[in-house]
């Protein structure tokens, strides 16, 4: 299984970004798939996974009412709606796939976000 990530960039507080997330490979429908993020001087944290077969997401509680986890299983994606960010957001943001929540079998490179105050 290879994971693209794409969609970071520059945004001012309050604003939106959308990061996607292309598997190839097999996905099953058992697995999750999700992400985690690491900001500067911080650990990795987990951010959101969603279940590939029945869809059922879950958020950490810093992103939760803000964040958005979804999937489009004919195109084996794996989209995050980031709205109302604020600066410490700031991470890079790594989308992974696998059977556990988090800490996931599969990664992608990465892809960095900014939010400026």
């Known amino acids: 299984v290879q994971l693209q990530a794409s969609g970071g960039g520059l945004v001012q507080a309050g604003g939106s970004l959308r990061l996607s997330c292309a598997a190839s490979g097999r996905i099953f429908s058992s697995w999750s798939m999700g992400w985690t993020r690491q900001g500067p001087g911080k650990e990795r944290e987990f951010v959101a996974n969603?279940?590939?077969?029945?869809?059922?997401?879950y958020y950490v509680d810093s992103v939760k009412g803000r964040f958005t986890i979804s999937r489009d299983n004919g195109k084996k994606m794996v989209f995050l709606q980031m709205d109302s960010l604020k600066p410490e957001d700031t991470a890079v943001y790594y989308c992974g796939a696998g059977a556990s929540i988090g800490d996931y079998a599969y990664w992608g490179q990465g892809t960095q976000v900014t939010v400026s105050s």
């Open positions: 969603i279940r590939w077969g029945a869809g059922t997401t």
